[in-house]
């Protein structure tokens, strides 16, 4: 069974920040790893995702995530934050035999100080 | 394509009425999902489709809960009677089966439930 602990329910950076949202994941097999990102008041939307190969991925909005399979590790970085950022930040995992089902982490809001 | 199409935005009705929110998939994709979110219990998944057929319903809270999909297109999701912890902004999503698309979802822009 799949599963996924994001540590840190809140992050809070400075507005040109290094952002880094920790995610680390459970799986039995080869797993497929995603972010999201959900706006106040919007559905998630999809910022990146890993299936095979390279193992940095780099999604919209100039965020970039590393599979690293040794830490079963999926973070979530980017250089420089932007106040527009803010926001709430999920991590799933699924995997080719669970038929299309996500397990989604528990969340972690955001924050962008000016 | 318009995205995942949801209705109504916002809902609220007495406790003990019948709620159903209606979803519209992206057309092509065979997956269906339902999901919960509150602030106590985040991100829940209630149930989902394949095919027009429920796959795993064991996210469905209780009986008073029900969820259809009558044709690719169309889904809904019903709650009969309402109570006050029923409160929250309900999901829907859809995704493509295939391979190539690695079961990304995507997602509706909720609705947001209100029982007084």
């Known amino acids: 069974a799949q599963s996924v602990t994001q540590l840190g329910s809140h992050v809070s950076v400075s507005e040109g920040a290094l952002v880094l949202l920790r995610c680390n994941y459970s799986?039995?097999?080869?797993?497929?790893l995603f972010w999201y990102v959900q706006y106040p008041n919007q559905g998630l939307q999809l910022l990146l995702k890993?299936?095979?190969?390279?193992?940095l991925v780099k999604g919209i909005n100039g965020f970039e995530a590393e599979f690293k399979k040794s830490e079963t590790s999926f973070h979530l970085t980017k250089p420089s934050a932007h106040m527009s950022d803010a926001a709430e930040y999920f991590c799933?995992?699924?995997?080719?035999?669970?038929?299309?089902?996500?397990?989604f982490g528990q969340g972690t809001e955001l924050s962008v100080k000016p | 394509d318009a995205g995942v199409i949801q209705s109504p935005r916002h809902e609220v009705t007495e406790m003990g009425q019948e709620v159903t929110l209606r979803c519209k998939p992206i057309?092509?994709?065979?997956?269906l999902f339902w999901y919960r979110q509150t602030m106590m219990r985040g991100l829940e998944l209630l149930i989902y489709?394949?095919?027009?057929?429920?796959?795993?319903d064991s996210g469905m809270p209780e009986d008073r809960f029900s969820a259809k999909m009558p044709n690719a297109s169309f889904s809904t999701l019903k709650i009969q009677p309402s109570e006050p912890r029923d409160s929250a902004v309900y999901f829907c999503?859809?995704?493509?089966?295939?391979?190539?698309?690695?079961?990304?979802?995507?997602f509706g822009p909720g609705t947001r439930l209100t029982v007084t």
């Open positions: 890993y299936t095979t190969g390279a193992t």
């Open positions: 799933a995992v699924s995997a080719n035999n669970q038929g299309g089902k996500l397990i």
């Open positions: 057309s092509g994709h065979d997956y």
């Open positions: 799986s039995s097999v080869p797993p497929y």
């Open positions: 489709f394949n095919n027009n057929v429920p796959i795993d």
């Open positions: 999503a859809s995704s493509s089966g295939t391979p190539r698309h690695s079961h990304e979802q995507y």
